[in-house]
C-alpha cells in the first residue's frame, strides 16, 4: 500500500470517531439515562432504589437477601415492649410447614395470671426484613403482610352469626390462628372465629370439615344422655353403643331398605327422633349449654386469607392494639 493511501485511511477513521464523540455528546453524554443503569430508564417519581415496589408473590422473586431487623436479638432490644411481653408466647405450629392456608396456623399462649383479650392485636410476616432479588438483577424490598386479629363467638351459634365479642384468653388458655378458613358450609357454615366447647367435636365428625390441629372429641357420652331411659329396648342398646360426638346418618340403600350410617337397620321412629334431636351439634347445645363445664380453654381463630408464612427464613411478629412488641419468633 502506499504511503498517500495509508495517510488518507488513518484522516478517514479519525474523522469518523470524532463524528462519533460529537453525536454522543449532542444525546447528553455521560448525563443520558441509559449510562446509569437499573432497572428504569428514569426511576418512578419519589422513589428511590430502596422504595418498596409491593408484593413479589408472582414468582418472580429468585433470590433474598437479609437485613439487619432480621436478627431477633437485635430487633427485641430496640422494639417498644407491651406489657403482655414474655407473658403471652407464640408458636409456629405448622407456620413452616403447611402449604395451604386452611392448613397454616400459628398458637397464641397466655402464660400470665390476668385474662387477656387479644382482639385488634396485629400479627406481622417478615417480607419487609429481607431484599428479594427480581430477574432484572436488583435487589428491591416488599412490604410486610399484616393481619389483625378478629372477634368471635363464645359460644358458636350459626343461627346467630354477627352475635360476636372480643377473643379473650384465660390464664393458661391459648388461641389457634389459622391463616384461612373453613370452606364447607353445608350443613353447618363456620363463619366466625369461637371458642371450643363439648359439642364442637361434632363439627369434626361432619364429612369433609377440615380443622387443624383436630378438635377434641370430648362430647357428652350418648349413655349419659338425657330421656335415654325411656327409650324402646332395642334403641335403648342402640344409643349406648355409639361412640362420641358422632351424628348418625339415616338414609335408604338402592333396595329401599333403611339403612344407619351405611348398614341395612330397622329403628323406630320414636327412635330416630330422638337420635336426630340430641345427636349432633346443634342437639348437644340444646341439652348441654348450661352444663359446668361446657367451655373449652381454646380459641379457633380464622384469618380469612392467604397463606402468610414462609417455610424458612420467616419471622412471626405479634403487637398489642398500641402497636408494642407481644412476642417474636424466627425459623
Known sequence: MAVGEAKS?????????????????????????????????????????????GDLDDGKSVGWRS???DDPDQFTATATKSPYYGQVRLGKGTAQSADKPNDEYVTIENRSKNTVTISGWSLKNGDDERSHLTWAGNYINVKARWVVIPTGQVVLNPALPTNLAPITLAPGEQAVITTGRVIRSRPIAIDSSFKTNICTGYLADLPGYEFEPSLSRECPAPRDEPGINSLPEDC???????????????????????????????????????????????????????????????????LRT??????????????????????RITY
Not at 340430641?278 to 348450661?290: I, N, T
Request: proline share 4%.
Open 67 to 69: 437485613n439487619s431487623a
Open 306 to 327: 392467604g397463606e402468610l408464612w414462609r417455610e424458612s427464613r420467616e419471622s412471626i411478629t405479634l403487637y398489642d392494639n398500641a402497636g408494642r412488641l407481644v412476642d
Open 236 to 302: 335403648y342398646d342402640y344409643v349406648r353403643g355409639l361412640s362420641r360426638c358422632h351424628a348418625p346418618e339415616f338414609d335408604e340403600n338402592a333396595d329401599g331398605e333403611d339403612t344407619v350410617d351405611g348398614r341395612v337397620m330397622k329403628l323406630r321412629s320414636v327412635c330416630e327422633d330422638y337420635i336426630e334431636e340430641h345427636f349432633s351439634y346443634e342437639g348437644c347445645l340444646k341439652y348441654h349449654l348450661g352444663d359446668a363445664n361446657f367451655l373449652g380453654d381454646e380459641w379457633r381463630v380464622f
Open 9 to 53: 485511511d488513518l484522516l478517514w477513521v479519525i474523522g469518523m470517531v470524532a463524528l462519533l464523540a460529537i453525536a454522543w455528546f449532542v444525546t447528553g453524554g455521560p448525563g443520558r439515562p441509559a449510562a446509569e443503569g437499573g432497572p428504569f430508564i428514569r426511576p418512578p417519581e419519589g422513589t428511590t432504589l430502596g422504595d418498596t415496589y
